[in-house]
């Protein structure tokens, strides 16, 4: 840790790019295994930043993507979309080249951080080490699919994505008032695999399942919504009161759904089984509820703590 230490607080750099175990090593204790490496780094940022005399610290994390830490900022995650293993070969290399590419062309720390994130993915996608070539950065940034999807275009990407050993993982729900009830349950659901799928229930569906007066918010504006978060990769929008006949269709490694359902309590739990896939239930936020949310908009309680 000291070698590490002294060997960068000199130079005050203007950023760091330490893998996980770099990272460790300069904290002087583990981040963990998994997921959970993300939220440890993020903890601790101080003590990054201070130990590594830099103004900005990026902790690449493998297949968790990367982490963006600064003083007074919040952190900005990326997320990695690896295939197997195997493939797996300098993408490291790869992040930090692009990103100082980057940002010797004059992109924003943020947006190098993102660009870097997508040219990695673009080199581990190959076998053995490679690289990425600026044609195949300006592809993979130019011609993303959009995140709305039909059906019938969502099965097709997640053909592609399974072609790269891609897990899917999906969930449901209306999603009329985002709030963090649903980010925090949505970045849980995306840690378990390499995509995250939101199929959405459509605004004649929520108007069945919820009643007359709902939604608050169109089917195009939700989509939308859930479409910019970070955390979800594909979104589509169904017309039945169950996601059965696509998860029938789609076939998803993992269903989710929040933590304040059981999996005796779900119809689709008996689908995604009878195909060997995995249903698993994410932390509940109590007290975030947009039902609960919509009735204090309308009695004007909204300033209040529910």
């Known amino acids: 840790m000291l070698t590490i230490r002294g060997s960068w607080r000199w130079l005050a750099p203007d950023v760091v790019v330490p893998n996980a175990q770099e990272a460790a090593a300069l904290l002087g204790e583990p981040l963990g295994n998994g997921p959970e490496r993300v939220r440890a780094a993020e903890a601790s940022a101080p003590r990054l930043l201070d130990r590594s005399g830099a103004r900005a610290v990026i902790v690449t994390i493998d297949r968790d993507g990367a982490l963006l830490l600064r003083q007074d900022a919040d952190p900005i995650a990326t997320h990695a979309h690896p295939v197997s293993e195997k493939y797996a070969s300098g993408a490291g290399d790869t992040f930090t080249a692009a990103l100082a590419a980057a940002l010797a062309a004059g992109a924003s720390l943020e947006d190098a951080t993102r660009l870097a994130q997508l040219a990695a993915d673009v080199a581990i996608e190959r076998l053995g080490t490679s690289v990425c070539t600026s044609d195949e950065l300006a592809a993979r940034t130019v011609s993303a699919p959009p995140a709305v999807l039909s059906a019938e275009a969502l099965a097709a990407m997640i053909r592609r994505d399974r072609e790269h050993d891609r897990t899917i993982v999906f969930t449901n729900g209306c999603f009329d008032v985002l709030h963090f009830g649903h980010t925090s349950y949505l970045r849980q659901a995306r840690e378990l695999g390499d995509r995250l799928v939101v199929a959405m229930n459509s605004d004649a569906s929520v108007r069945r399942l919820k009643g007359p007066d709902r939604p608050v918010n169109g089917e195009a504006d939700r989509a939308a919504v859930l479409a910019a978060l ?77």
């Open 230 to 306: 970070e955390c979800v990769d594909y979104v589509t929008i169904f017309d039945d009161d169950t996601p059965i006949p696509l998860l029938r269709e789609l076939r998803p490694d993992v269903y989710v759904k929040g933590g304040d359902y059981s999996p005796e309590m779900l119809a689709e739990t008996q689908v995604v089984r009878g195909y060997g896939g995995e249903v698993r239930m994410v932390d509940y936020v109590p007290a975030h509820s947009t039902t609960e949310l919509v009735d204090r908009i309308r009695t004007g309680e909204l300033g209040r703590q529910p």
